[in-house]
């Protein structure tokens, strides 16, 4: 299903409403999969001009996982809200989002009444979560997956997470600051040389495991500097 997206798909939200209350309220037509870890439920759809997928997988938190096709500039409370106002519901039924606390829901429309019970996951909790259970978020856990993961998170928080994390990485391992962050993480990992391709799952894994320490030790820094692990904002 995914497949049939032209385009790559960027995560949006976590909504506190089942996939088959959407589906029921938008006249959606659910398709159903699977992967190696389970059955995937999805629905393809389009709203003012934006292509929107909603899924829930066996695997998932209880509710429903928003999706956009990446054409452009993304701008995620902007395109969420016009699926919560085509739903009928609040900002309170964003459960996660992926630009974290402190979003600026300013055009979400006053009748709402902006109820405050179920904050959005801050970018330290998401990351707690992600260190914890990659496979929930990419599946079969590969370097590059995790890697293409985290930039796309970062990308859609405007930079938050790991701004700075190529200068700290240079600075502390002596590692090349022209190159993206990914390749010098590989440089600490592996420093007589990157491993030819393809990679083994051993290789796969030794990378995901010093990435996440690397990134544990930045973090560390970020708070020793700023009080907070990693933004929480």
């Known amino acids: 299903m995914f497949q049939a997206a032209t385009e790559p798909l960027i995560s949006l939200a976590l909504l ?4 088959d209350s959407v589906a029921r309220r938008l ?3 659910i398709e159903e999969s699977w992967d190696e870890h389970g059955t995937v439920r999805a629905a393809f759809f389009t709203l003012e001009g934006t292509d929107f997928v909603v899924t829930h997988h066996e695997r998932d938190p209880s509710g429903t996982c928003v999706w956009v096709r990446k054409s452009g500039p993304v701008d995620p409370a902007e395109r969420t809200a016009v699926l919560l106002t085509a739903l009928g519901v609040g900002s309170d039924a964003v459960s996660y989002s992926t630009w974290g606390m402190g979003t600026d829901l300013s055009r979400v429309p006053a009748a709402w009444g902006r109820r405050r019970g ?4 801050s970018h330290q909790r998401f990351w707690e979560n ?23 998170y970062d990308h859609a928080g405007g930079g938050v997470l790991l701004n700075g994390l190529r200068q700290w990485l240079a600075d502390t391992y002596q590692v090349g ?3 993206v962050w990914s390749a010098q993480v ?5 420093p007589e040389g990157r491993p030819a391709e393809p990679w083994s799952q051993d290789q796969h894994r030794q990378a995901v495991d010093g990435l996440f320490a690397l990134l544990d030790g930045f973090f560390e820094h970020l708070a020793s500097r700023h009080g907070a692990t990693p933004e929480s904002g």
């Open 186 to 190: 590989v440089q600490v990992v592996f």
């Open 27 to 29: 006249r959606l037509t």
């Open 130 to 152: 992600f260190r914890k259970r990659p496979g929930m978020y990419v599946g079969r856990v590969t370097y590059d997956g995790v890697t293409a993961y985290l930039n796309g």
């Open 118 to 121: 179920r904050p959005v996951e």
């Open 16 to 19: 506190a409403v089942d996939l």
């Open 177 to 179: 600051a022209n190159l």
